[in-house]
């Protein structure tokens, strides 16, 4: 299966034949072209897997990108889409986790003994610590796990942690601050104040994180015991562990509850003093105050101390245990046990003594099944044999388009010019009522754009305060939204009145020109969906760089056009000041428009050269971006776009703008092409940037 990276437009293979792990939401394969790198890909992917996944890529903790080797977290590097028109987003790649185990086998001590023999206590605590600066480091990034649980963690022989799954964490969008849930959770990991919720309807926070991050702590330090785990005292049936939780009965604190610790459970006291301090607050002292559950900071401060604060047995050196105690507990516990060692030395695991049954015989009935030897541990691994539950062969499912491209096509076409087109007469009527209002002084104009202003600054109000987020916007916001929309209608309608009142024919050339020029842009918009968002570190070369760099060198080139053409024309009304108002007015466009097509056709060829033979920075295809970065690269994409539409337009509106330049360039038909391309092409790159602005601060437009 082949799919294309968003951010990079590399085509890549999937190794579908050898998947590497499957689950509800998709399935993860391995890439042929690149071996430290895996795709999930999602069995039915949506637009807001899109978007959220953009916002992650845009916004990455700052240990996610590290060397493959020692990934904290397994954070999406790039987006996958279909190879055809549609260019759906189906998945996304992220570091593979090389000789990684998930962390549920380090701290049962079953499977320990069996896969991981030699990671005794201190490799425990090292992996708490590295697990508790991962889930510091998300929540300093603005991130919420919301679905904390043994099975999205994975660990290695040298105690790294690695956190994956990272997709089903909680985001939140920094620039249009709506937030994409997590809508799963598991009991074990889950506060009690969330206990029976529905996930898919809250905002999650860190301090509901800590308590999933306190029980792992607890689990990798007592031997995979679960610090609401006990033998009930009362009556009838025992409680679900989601009961226990919600009615905070912590079995190891300092209120009574009715139950006592499991039998085979290590005592509370092989804990470091502090820790016990620290799980006490958590469980007891957060039940009712959340915000008290001790954050990342504490929790490292207090491991590190606990680390550094153990000592080796006399007896045997894989035995580590803190010097606050008089003897060894885990020769305690290995007696305890019938001989099986928590944590055997290196010579009984070279000749395997550790994985040899217990010498003590266990009368049985004879119809009477064995009790599993982990059967105390709240959770074994769960690996059932392939013999006892039947496989079912699952097949992915992308989006079948063969069928559909050309009605897609259709669609998208007639979208982009209808659209484009309502928007382009409705631009460029509002920007001739406003020369006429602000050159020719006509106070009517004025006066209607006054009263939009306000008609939009209170209806944007009233949006505000009768639409919640994440519909609705903030107030100061919605009023300044609302004014400038008031004062755009306005204009439109303005411009249209007034031509036809004064029978104006540059207005009725300007619904023309905006039409045609809106039909074009707004077709090539939703046709190809240019990238919305910031620039990916990297460079282009060849045709790619060509295109890109000329993207890049139509906008600077457009701004640094306009900027040189508003100094000139500056100075030379410094120097002459006999002129008027309107004359400079009118004047300074004019040149503004000469310079930006000058400097938008120059810096589009001198930026292709460039970006074909030196590279160019990569604009990442990301369809979903909006506020603050859709505005900027809106604009870019806007101004290239409209200077490609403009300048074909200046073939035909050759006759009607060389008037703009010289008189004298219609004495011939080169000259006067020539400069009406070069005019067009500064009315399409201004009038383009400013439109893709506007669409891209919105997003999908």
């Known amino acids: 299966m082949r799919l294309q990276r968003q951010f990079n437009g590399q085509t890549i293979t999937l190794d579908t034949h ?26 039915k992917p949506t637009d807001e897997d899109a978007d959220k996944l953009t916002v992650m890529y845009n916004y990455p ?115 249009t601050g709506l937030i994409y849930r997590c809508p799963v959770g598991k009991a074990e990991f889950t506060p009690p104040e969330l206990q029976g919720q529905a996930f898919r309807e809250l905002d999650r926070t860190p301090e509901q994180d800590r308590f999933g991050l306190a029980v792992l702590i607890f689990l990798l330090l007592m031997e995979g015991t679960h610090p609401f785990s006990g033998v009930y005292q009362g009556s009838g049936d025992p409680p679900a562990i989601e009961s226990r939780v919600r009615a905070g009965h912590f079995v190891y604190g300092t209120k009574p509850v009715p139950y006592k610790p499991m039998p085979f459970a290590p005592p509370f006291e092989l804990l470091y003093p502090k820790l016990q301090q620290l799980f006490i607050q958590c469980f007891e002292g957060g039940f009712n105050h959340p915000q008290v559950r001790p954050d990342g900071k504490t929790w490292l401060m207090v491991l590190k101390e606990a680390e550094a604060n153990l000592m080796t047995c006399s007896q045997q050196p894989e035995h580590r245990y803190g010097n606050h105690l008089d003897s060894c507990p885990w020769c305690d516990r290995t007696e305890k046990l019938g001989g099986r060692d928590p944590f055997p030395s290196r010579i009984a695991v070279q000749q395997k003594q550790h994985l040899q049954p217990l010498k003590r015989k266990r009368k049985r009935l004879l119809n009477q099944k064995p009790t599993p030897v982990n059967s105390r541990f709240l959770f074994p691994p769960a690996n059932p044999s392939p013999a006892t539950v039947p496989t079912r062969k699952k097949t992915l499912v992308l989006p079948q388009t063969s069928n559909l491209n050309l009605q897609t096509f259709l669609g998208n076409l007639f979208q982009g010019v209808i659209l484009g087109g309502l928007w382009g007469s409705s631009v460029l009527s509002a920007i001739i009522a406003l020369i006429f209002a602000f050159v020719e002084g006509k106070e009517a104009i004025l006066g209607g754009l006054m009263v939009g202003a306000m008609w939009g600054a209170f209806i944007g109000g009233v949006i505000s305060i009768y639409l919640p987020p994440p519909g609705g916007i903030n107030r100061a916001v919605a009023l300044i939204l609302g004014g400038w929309s008031g004062i755009f209608v306005a204009a439109v309608i303005a411009g249209l009145i007034f031509g036809i009142m004064e029978q104006e024919p540059l207005i009725g050339q300007a619904l023309i020109w905006g039409g045609l020029m809106g039909v074009i842009w707004g077709s090539i918009w939703h046709l190809f969906k240019p990238p919305l968002s910031l620039p990916n570190i990297g460079r282009l070369w060849g045709r790619r760089g060509a295109f890109v760099g000329g993207v890049w060198g139509s906008y600077l080139g457009t701004l640094g056009g306009i900027g040189l053409a508003i100094l000139a024309v500056g100075w030379e009304q410094f120097e002459q000041t006999t002129s008027s108002l309107s004359e400079i007015t009118l004047r300074m466009i004019a040149t503004a ?71 004298s360039a219609t004495t011939g038909t080169t000259p006067l092409l020539i400069a009406a391309i070069i005019v067009s092409a500064g009315v399409g790159s201004i009038w383009g940037m400013i439109s893709g602005t506007i669409w891209g601060a919105f997003g999908k437009l």
């Not at 939401?25 to 999602?42: C, M, P, Q, S």
């Not at 990034?141 to 690695?162: C, K, P, Q, R």
């Not at 033979?613 to 101004?639: D, T, V």
């Open 18 to 43: 050898t998947p590497l792990g499957s689950g509800g939401e998709g399935r993860i394969y391995g890439i042929l072209e690149d071996a430290n790198l895996v795709a999930k890909i999602y069995h």
């Open 593 to 663: 428009l000469v310079s930006a097509g000058v400097g938008t056709l120059g810096g589009t060829c001198a930026g292709g050269l460039f970006g074909c033979i030196g590279g160019a920075p990569s604009l990442p295809l990301s369809l979903h971006l909006s506020g603050r970065r859709g505005a900027l690269i809106g604009g870019i994409w806007g101004n290239f776009l409209g200077a490609i539409s403009g300048a074909s337009l200046g073939v035909l509106g050759a006759t009607r703008f060389a008037y703009f330049l010289d008189s």
């Open 61 to 175: 903790p700052a240990t996610a990108m590290v060397s493959p080797p020692m990934t904290a977290i397994a954070w999406p590097v790039d987006l996958l889409h279909t190879c055809d028109l549609k260019r759906q987003i189906v998945g996304y790649l992220m570091p593979r986790v090389h000789k990684a185990t998930p962390i549920h086998i380090f701290y049962t001590p079953k499977s320990r003994r069996e896969q991981k023999p030699l990671f005794n206590y201190l490799y425990l605590h090292r992996t708490a610590r590295n697990l508790v600066a991962s889930v510091a480091d998300l929540h300093s990034s603005g991130y919420v796990i919301g679905d904390v649980n043994e099975s999205n963690i994975l660990v290695s022989d040298t105690a790294l942690v690695t956190l994956v799954d990272t997709d089903s964490f909680q985001v939140r969008d920094p620039d």
